[in-house]
Nanobody, 116 residues
Framework: QVQLVESGGGLVQAGGSLRLSCAAS????????MGWYRQAPGKQRERVAR???????IYAGSVKGRFTISRDNAENTLYLQMNSLKPEDTAVYYC??????????WGQGTQVTVSS
């Protein structure tokens, strides 16, 4: 099992920045990938960014060049730096961890609201 706790969401004006954090605990040595997902009202949850255990990073096209995913292994924390935010980035953002390429674990989510 792994526990994930997100923080860092909030209200920001368009063009602004936010940094999300996700603190992981539990079976962290079994984590093979971590990522950030988001879900806007009335829409399906979508993957925003992912980082694999070998360091490879994958971004959704809508955030490429604006968002950066990183992981601090010493602090067991995942980050998402979000720059040049747009109103369409408004959503609940969820931290995700995959254990041994088989099981998915989720945080409780943190709200990000971007005003125009």
């Amino acid at each position: 099992q792994v526990q994930l706790v997100e923080s860092g969401g909030g209200l920001v004006q368009a063009g602004g920045s936010l940094r999300l954090s996700c603190a992981a605990s539990g079976s962290i040595f079994s984590i093979t990938a971590m990522g950030w997902y988001r879900q806007a009202p009335g829409k399906q949850r979508e993957r925003v960014a992912r980082i694999i255990s070998d360091g490879n990073r994958i971004y959704a096209g809508s955030v490429k060049g604006r968002f950066t995913i990183s992981r601090d292994n010493a602090e067991n924390t995942l980050y998402l730096q979000m720059n040049s935010l747009k109103p369409e980035d408004t959503a609940v953002y969820y931290c995700n961890a995959v254990l041994n390429w088989s099981s998915n674990w989720w945080g409780q989510g943190t709200q990000v609201t971007v005003s125009s």
